[in-house]
């Protein structure tokens, strides 16, 4: 038993720094979320004594529901729409000729040279009424001159696309560059056009890198906060704006505690799913001798 | 038998590289057609013209008397085996074989009943539910081969299908594809660089060198009958002469070749007097004895010394010095350990031949020459390798 522990040991050893980061950075942050969220708000923006199940019930009131749902909305519409426009690009850019590839990545990652926020400003100004985008779009006649587009749902949407696409494109690039593409000669080869052997045997034949697309885009549209308090408008919140407001504005930490633990649980669900369809075991192969 | 698939004048470049350049072939109803050649003779850019992957610069490809030259893979009645199978690693074996039938949308038991048919012709049905990362590499050969013919394909196109696998395997795996051919009579073109695996599957085969088809036969006529140097030296191994015709006798000549006084030829090309002929000896047309034969008209025999012996068993090569000729002669043996006394390195010899074995070639170059296995004198001595380029992409 000793023997066996002290030849782990370096394991261990090797293994406690990021426990340890994990444990005290993220595990105990997570609980103490979820204690609070139990106890009573005190008037001055504190944490009372006792214990009580109030903010957890609190949920379950008619406005909640519908911020929460339209939080699932918008961040499942955000990873659809994503994955929509990843899929092909993360193909063309795996299939492009050695130095076109690394410029094309480059494009991809040069959004994040700039400043999250800075770039969500960048959109208030293309899209405001004066705006170079809308009057562009105003011009082509494809919205009315008076059109808003600022402040509405479309423009968080279109915002939260455009901060979630590069985290979409590049594990879906990271699994097509691996892919075997003569597998999409031979689908072809068997009668399948174009499009369905995109799809019946690229997508399939990429779907871990397509899984953590979807976790990348899906967790962080879920908790999403600044895209909807900068361009959006009171039919844009989401349940970040929510928390947000619980603690800055009401200053009723517990009533936070209890939207972010929610949040959290909401973000768990979809993960352990990925994680399990990713964890799908495989058997080993038999060798000639074995197989014939 | 009536004419399948014809190419007529196909070409395909590649940059400046001629792939394929100017290839005429038809191929008739249930033949095994191989093409055969070195690695980058432009076979497999040929294949991908056939199967639709590729499109030719110029010539015109007719399956059934219709024109395929425009029409995109999915859409020609012709399947593929792949050299890396290319199964696909996310569907079972049921379901990989299913494919083409599913996408051809199929009723579910006209599907279920084809794809039994093939598990059973494959002798796979007990692996149907397995994925290709958990079966063998022959086994991943023959669902390859199945998921190509469930679609019952005019002609079934294999690129080097038996290349990745061992030596024992390949020999196996060999005769499992001629018994599917045998079973199912479709059209196969088989595309290898292996003469064994051509000789020994092909109805027919065209040997291909430089995007270019050299000569086109049967096995026995491609050995026999070679008509260019390259032919006779990449199948088989033979010995060159280069001579003049010094003489007629009727159907045969008598060649002048330094160092052979008086070699006598059948002389099917009515070569005249003076004219140049290149002619090809293979190794075991060649008799090697201790004693001179019995002088006839019809036999050409020489006196040399044995320059170097490998035995092999079934046969031993002996290379044989006759006056700066390095000629290879292959003999079996009987009785070898009884009373044979085999010859062994350094005796003099007595080498002969038939005037019908030795076969007048059309074409000849010293580069040809070069492929035929001889060898070394000194250590140290290798022969320059032919620039091994890859096969077209």
């Known amino acids: ?292 | 038998m009536s004419a399948l698939l014809e190419l007529q004048d196909v070409a395909k470049a590649f940059g400046r590289v001629r792939a394929v350049d100017g290839v005429s072939l038809t191929l008739d109803r249930g033949e095994f057609f191989s093409l055969l050649g070195p690695s980058g003779c432009g076979k497999t850019t040929l294949l991908r013209i056939i199967a639709g992957f590729e499109t030719p610069d110029a010539g015109r490809v007719l399956l059934n008397g219709r024109d395929i030259t425009a029409l995109p893979p999915n859409r020609r009645p012709v399947n593929t085996i792949f050299q890396s199978y290319a199964l696909f690693p996310h569907l079972t074996v049921r379901d990989n074989i299913a494919f083409g039938l599913r996408v051809a949308r199929r009723t579910r038991r006209e599907i279920d009943d084809a794809v039994d048919r093939m598990l059973a012709l494959i002798q796979m049905e007990g692996h149907a539910h397995k994925k290709p990362d958990q079966i063998s590499g022959g086994q991943k050969q023959r669902v390859a081969v199945a998921r190509a013919l469930v679609n019952q394909p005019s002609v079934l196109l294999l690129d080097e299908p038996l290349a990745a696998l061992d030596l024992k395997l390949r020999q196996r795996m060999l005769m499992e594809l001629d018994l599917i051919h045998d079973q199912v009579g479709i059209t196969f073109l088989y595309v290898t660089h292996d003469q064994g695996e051509a000789m020994s599957l092909s109805d027919r085969i065209a040997v291909m060198d430089r995007g270019r088809v050299l000569q086109t036969g049967t096995p026995a006529e491609i050995y026999e009958a070679p008509r260019s140097s390259f032919v006779a030296a990449f199948i088989g191994d033979t010995n060159f002469f280069e001579g003049r015709v010094a003489g007629l006798d009727g159907d045969y000549c008598r060649l002048a070749i330094d160092g052979f006084a008086d070699v006598r030829c059948f002389n099917d090309k009515q070569i005249g007097p003076d004219q140049p002929v290149f002619l090809s000896v293979r190794p075991e047309k060649l008799h090697i004895a201790r004693e001179a034969p019995a002088a006839k008209p019809s036999i050409n025999a020489y006196q040399g010394r044995v320059d170097d012996v490998i035995y092999l068993g079934a046969m031993t090569k002996y290379w044989v010095r006759v006056d700066g000729h390095r000629l290879a002669v292959h003999r079996q043996h009987s009785r070898f350990l009884l009373d044979e006394r085999p010859i062994v390195w350094g005796e003099t010899v007595w080498i002969s031949w038939h005037a019908d074995d030795g076969y007048m070639l059309e074409r000849f170059s010293e580069a040809d020459a070069r492929l035929v296995e001889r060898p070394p004198e000194k250590i140290g001595d290798v022969p320059d390798d032919a620039p091994a380029g890859e096969d077209a992409p």
């Not at chain 1, 504190?46 to 008619?62: E, M």
């Not at chain 1, 699932?72 to 990843?86: G, K």
Request: proline share 8%; charged share 15%; aromatic share 10%.
């Open chain 1, 1 to 292: 038993m000793s023997r066996h522990l002290r030849d782990r040991l370096p394991e261990w050893l090797v293994t406690l720094p990021p426990m340890g980061w994990l444990a005290v950075l993220f595990l105990l942050p997570t609980v103490l979320i979820f204690a609070i969220s139990l106890r009573p708000a005190d008037p001055f923006g504190g944490i009372g004594a006792g214990w009580t199940l109030d903010h957890v019930r609190a949920l379950a009131a008619p406005h909640y529901v519908i911020i929460a749902a339209r939080t699932v909305l918008f961040s499942l519409l955000t990873t659809a729409i994503c994955l929509f426009l990843a899929l092909p690009t993360g193909y063309y850019i795996a299939r492009a000729p050695g130095r076109w590839r690394q410029t094309l990545l480059l494009l991809v990652v040069v959004p994040f040279w700039t400043s999250f926020l800075i770039r969500i400003f960048a959109w208030k100004v293309l899209l405001h009424p004066d705006g170079l985008f809308k009057q562009a779009l105003a011009c082509l006649r494809l919205v009315s001159a008076d059109a808003a587009l600022l402040y509405h749902p479309p423009a968080v949407l279109l915002v939260m696309v455009y901060t979630c696409l590069p985290f979409a494109i590049l594990p879906v690039y990271a699994a097509a560059e691996k892919f075997d593409f003569q597998l999409l000669e031979a689908a072809r080869d068997l009668g399948a056009g174009r499009f369905q052997a995109f799809l019946r045997v690229f997508v399939p034949g990429i779907r871990r890198g397509v899984l953590t697309a979807v976790l990348v885009v899906l967790i962080p549209a879920l908790g999403t906060y600044v895209i909807p308090d900068l361009v959006g408008g009171p039919t844009s919140e989401m349940i970040g704006n929510k928390i947000a407001q619980r603690v800055f504005v009401d200053r009723n930490l517990p009533h936070a505690g209890a939207l972010a633990a929610l949040l959290t649980l909401g973000v768990l669900l979809p993960m352990a799913a990925v994680l399990v369809l990713q964890a799908r075991g495989r058997r080993r192969a038999p060798t000639d001798e074995e197989g014939l």
